[in-house]
């Protein structure tokens, strides 16, 4: 059983920068791969970006390549998101993931067995 709860989300406008926060407790942290994903009004849960269990693979969508940044911290169990150049389009409630068995690769949410309860991040323009 893995409990995972996200901070760090607010407004910013847009260009700017937020950095998202996964805390996990309950079982091993290191041995899952985690992942971001987002949920905007009226469209279906997507992928961001997901990381192994040893945090030297990372996978991103391409509408926000070279903005985010995922990471993790195994010692403080925690998985992070770095988000700069922020847009409006990026508006959303962002949620963690955690699976034992995904792949880094994997960008479908039925792929993913625990979920946090998700924060908000709204860009203005």
């Known amino acids: 059983q893995v409990q995972l709860v996200e901070s760090g989300g607010g407004l910013v406008q847009a260009g700017g920068s937020l950095r998202l926060s996964c805390a996990a407790s309950?079982?091993?942290?290191?041995?899952?791969?985690m992942a971001w994903f987002r949920q905007a009004p009226g469209k279906e849960r997507e992928f961001v970006a997901a990381?192994?269990?040893?945090?030297?693979?990372?996978y991103y969508a391409d509408s926000v390549k070279g903005r985010f940044t995922i990471s993790r911290d195994n010692a403080e169990n925690t998985l992070y998101l770095q988000m700069n150049s922020l847009k409006p389009e990026d508006t959303a409630v962002y949620y963690c993931?955690?699976?034992?068995?995904?792949?880094?690769?994997?960008?479908?949410?039925?792929?993913?067995?625990?979920w946090g309860q998700g924060t908000q991040v709204t860009v203005s323009s």
């Open positions: 993931a955690a699976d034992l068995y995904a792949l880094v690769t994997d960008t479908t949410p039925s792929r993913y067995f625990y």
């Open positions: 990381i192994g269990w040893s945090g030297r693979s990372t």
């Open positions: 309950g079982r091993s942290f290191n041995v899952y791969v």
